[in-house]
C-alpha cells in the first residue's frame, strides 16, 4: 500500500442554521481545503464524500445531490455513510483510494444540514430503530446514550461531576475555534451538573448540539507530495473500522468491543503496540460528554474505567500529558453529523502540522488519532495520523 | 488555519425563519410503510399474543438468542430450534426519559431500558418500560417480571407487554 498524506483541510461555521444550501456548504468547505492544499479541482483524481441519513435533507441521494458542491462534475466520485462513523469513515474511503494506486490526489468533503428537518431533527432520528422491536415504544435517540451512559457509570461506579468534566473541557477549548457554536470559556461543572434532565442520566449539557456545517480535506500520495513541494504533510499512519451486531439489545454497553477492533487495526498499521505511550493526543469522538470517556478506553488509550480519572487528573487538558479533543469537540464545536470530520481529521492535521492557532498543544506532538461512532451503538471508524 | 481569516458560513436565526425573512419553501412528506416482520420475528409476536416469549438455539454456538433470529450472526449457521423463556429478566440498564419520540419535552418521565430475559443467554434481552418503580427504587441489576395486557387486548406486538415491573419475593 503506497503512503497517503493530508495536505489541506477546509471548514465551515458550524450553526444551529446556515443560510447555505448543502452543495453551497460543500463547495465553502471544499474550496478552502483546495486553497490550504495549493492545488485545484484538475489535480484532483477522485472525489469521496460523506454525510448522514438522507432524512434530514428530505432529499434521497443526497450524494448526489450536493455532488457538484464537491467539485466532483465528471469525476470519479461516491458517497460513503456509516452513521456517526462516517465522520472519520470517509477519510478512510480517501485513504484507500490513494493507497491502492488509482488516485494520487483525492478531495473528501463532509456535510449536514440538520436544520432542513422540522420541528427538529429528532424525529427523523427515530428511523434507525427497528421498526418491529423497538420503533413501537416511541424511543427517542437520546435514549440510547442514556442507556448507554448508565451502564457505563454504574459497571465502573463512575460519578456524574466527573463525566461533566469532559463537557467543561471541551465547550472550553473550542473558544479557540474559529467554527466553534458551543463555546464557553465560563462554564463549569455546576453548569453541566445543574442543567435540564433530558433523559437521565444524561443532562443538556452533556450533549452536543444539531448543526449545519461541512468540512473537507485534501489527500495526496507520497508521489503527489514530493511534486507538489507540500511542507507539512501529515501521513495517515493507521486506519480501521468495525462494526457490532445491530442485536443491541444483546451485548453489554459498558465497553465498546468495535472501537476497540477498529483501533487494534489502526494500530497493527502504524506499528503501535503501546498506544498510551505511543500516542501524543487524541480526538476521540464526543457526541455526549461520557462518550469521550468511552472511547478513550475503546481506543486502548487506557484501561477499562480509567479515562475519568485521568480526565479529573488533568491529563487530557491541552497542555497535559493526553490531551483529548483539543479542537472543542463535538460538544464544543457542534456536531453537524459527518461534518464533524471538521474536529476529527481536520484537527489532527491542523494539530501535526502546526497550524491550530489559539487550540495548538504547546509541547511537541508526533502522532494522533481519531474516532467516529455510529449507528445503534455499532460502529467505529479510526485513523492514526503521523509526522 | 489562521484565525484571522474569514470563515465560510452564514448563521440564521428560527426568526428569520418564522418571520419568513429569508426565502424558503416547505414539504411533508407522506411516506408509508408495512413491514413484514419475517421468518423470526413473526413467531416473536405470535407467541406475545400467546403471553409467552421464545428464543431460538444456536447449537453450534450453544446459545439462546433473544430476539430470536433465523441465523446466529456469530457463527453465520442457521440456527436449530425454539425454545420457550421466562417472562422475568434482569434490567441491565435504563433511562428515565423527560423527552418525547420528538424531543418534546414530558413531565410525566417515561422509565425505559434493556432487560435480559431468564433462559436466554446471559445479557440477552430486548428494549422495553419499566412500571411500578420510581427514580429512587429502580436500579440496574433490579429483577422484574413482565406485565401482559389482558388476553383480549394483546395484537402481536412487543407493547403486548405493557411494562416489566419489579420481581416480588417468592414469584417466578
Known amino acids: ?387 | 488555519m489562521g484565525d484571522t481569516k474569514q470563515w465560510p458560513g452564514i448563521e440564521l436565526s428560527s426568526e428569520d425563519l418564522i418571520g419568513k425573512k429569508v426565502t424558503q419553501t416547505r414539504y411533508h412528506p407522506k411516506a408509508q410503510y408495512s413491514w413484514a416482520a419475517g421468518e423470526a420475528i413473526s413467531r416473536f409476536l405470535n407467541e406475545l399474543k400467546e403471553g409467552k416469549l421464545i428464543g431460538r438455539e444456536c447449537k453450534h454456538c450453544k446459545k439462546i438468542l433473544f430476539p430470536p433470529r433465523m441465523f446466529c450472526e456469530q457463527c453465520f449457521k442457521p440456527t436449530s430450534n425454539w425454545v420457550y423463556l421466562k417472562d422475568t429478566g434482569t434490567i441491565q440498564t435504563y433511562s428515565i426519559s423527560y423527552l418525547d419520540k420528538d424531543a418534546r419535552r414530558i413531565t410525566d418521565p417515561i422509565f425505559v431500558g434493556v432487560v435480559s430475559i431468564d433462559g436466554a443467554t446471559e445479557k440477552m434481552g430486548i428494549m422495553h418500560y419499566f412500571g411500578e418503580v420510581t427514580k429512587d427504587t429502580i436500579r440496574i441489576g433490579m429483577k422484574v417480571k413482565a406485565r401482559w395486557k389482558p388476553a383480549i387486548e394483546r395484537t402481536g406486538s412487543v407493547l403486548d407487554i405493557e411494562y416489566f415491573r419489579p420481581l416480588k419475593e417468592g414469584e417466578q
Open chain 1, 1 to 387: 500500500m503506497r503512503k497517503v498524506a493530508v495536505i489541506g483541510a477546509g471548514m465551515t461555521l458550524f450553526r444551529r442554521r446556515l443560510m447555505e444550501t448543502p452543495k453551497e456548504l460543500c463547495f465553502e468547505a471544499s474550496r478552502m481545503a483546495l486553497d490550504s492544499a495549493g492545488v485545484e479541482m484538475k489535480d484532483v483524481d477522485a472525489v469521496i464524500s460523506g454525510s448522514a441519513p438522507d432524512a434530514f435533507d428530505g432529499v434521497h441521494m443526497k450524494g448526489e445531490y450536493y455532488s457538484d458542491g464537491c467539485g466532483a462534475y465528471r469525476k470519479p466520485y461516491m458517497r460513503v455513510y456509516v452513521g456517526g462513523g462516517t465522520g472519520v469513515f470517509s477519510a478512510i474511503a480517501g485513504w484507500y483510494h490513494i493507497a491502492s494506486g488509482l488516485a494520487d490526489i483525492a478531495l473528501v468533503v463532509n456535510e449536514e444540514k440538520m436544520s432542513s428537518c422540522m420541528p427538529h431533527p429528532q424525529s427523523v432520528f427515530a428511523y434507525i430503530w427497528d421498526p418491529i422491536l423497538d420503533r413501537p415504544l416511541k424511543p427517542n435517540l437520546v435514549w440510547i446514550f442514556a442507556m448507554e451512559m448508565n451502564r457505563y457509570m454504574t459497571i465502573h461506579n463512575i460519578k456524574k461531576e466527573d463525566i461533566a468534566r469532559v463537557a467543561v473541557k471541551n465547550k472550553r477549548n473550542a473558544v479557540g475555534h474559529p467554527c466553534a457554536q458551543l463555546a464557553d470559556p465560563n462554564i463549569t461543572v455546576d453548569d453541566v451538573l445543574n442543567s435540564e434532565v433530558m433523559a437521565w442520566p444524561v443532562q443538556r449539557l452533556d450533549i452536543s448540539p444539531p448543526s449545519d456545517g461541512a468540512a473537507a480535506v485534501v489527500m495526496a500520495s507520497e508521489d503527489a507530495v514530493k511534486k507538489l513541494k507540500v511542507e507539512t504533510p501529515v501521513w495517515m499512519k493507521g486506519v480501521g473500522w468495525c462494526i457490532d451486531s445491530t442485536m443491541w439489545t444483546d451485548r453489554d454497553l459498558y465497553f465498546p468491543e468495535y472501537v476497540a477492533s477498529a483501533a487494534k487495526m489502526a494500530y497493527k498499521m502504524a506499528k503501535i503496540d503501546n498506544p498510551r505511550k505511543q500516542i501524543d493526543f487524541a480526538e476521540p469522538y464526543d457526541p455526549f460528554d461520557y462518550k469521550e470517556l468511552h472511547h478513550m478506553e475503546g481506543l486502548l488509550l487506557c484501561k477499562k474505567g480509567e479515562a475519568p480519572i485521568l480526565t479529573r487528573e488533568g491529563v487530557t487538558q491541552r497542555d497535559g500529558d493526553l490531551p483529548t479533543c483539543p479542537s472543542g469537540g463535538l460538544l464544543g464545536v457542534g456536531n453537524p453529523i459527518a461534518a464533524t470530520m471538521g474536529q476529527k481529521i481536520g484537527e489532527l492535521y491542523w494539530q501535526l502540522s502546526g497550524q491550530a492557532g489559539k487550540r495548538q498543544i504547546p509541547h511537541e506532538i508526533k502522532t494522533g488519532v481519531a474516532n467516529a461512532w455510529g449507528d445503534l451503538m455499532q460502529y467505529g471508524s479510526v485513523v492514526v495520523m503521523g509526522v
